[in-house]
């Protein structure tokens, strides 16, 4: 991964956990290493454990952010969904996804429950 992008992506994560934050959720952790992947943010919406994905994009080229998750990456976040419902068992596992656009101003949309699992 080029410098540019490994500095684009932290700059996306920054922001949506501000975001987040605002928005009254409790940041558990962030960039957490699992055996099928990496959650981008790990926080709590009231009685939710959210795993967040963040998408950060620079221009419209090649379409929003979001259009980058595909079909191995939901794949990926169900098993680390899976993983979590293990390790919180008590708790609602939610999946969120984040977009990030850093152009002239920054937009950052935010949807909730993106991926049923």
């Not at 987040?20 to 009231?46: C, H, S, T, Y």
């Amino acid at each position: 991964m080029s410098f540019f992008r490994k500095n684009l992506g932290k700059s996306g994560e920054d922001l949506a956990t501000l975001f987040l934050q605002k928005k009254g959720f409790k940041i558990l952790g962030r960039n957490i290493r699992l055996k099928f992947g990496e959650i981008d943010i790990l926080a709590q919406d009231n009685k939710d454990i959210v795993l967040v994905e963040v998408k950060t994009k620079t221009g419209d080229q090649y379409g929003e952010p979001v259009d980058e998750i595909d079909f191995f990456k939901k794949k990926k976040l169900w098993q680390l969904a899976r993983a979590l419902s293990q390790k919180y068992p008590d708790k609602n596992i939610r999946i969120d996804v984040i977009s990030v656009k850093i152009q002239k101003e920054v937009k950052i949309e935010h949807i909730v429950n993106a991926l049923e699992f």
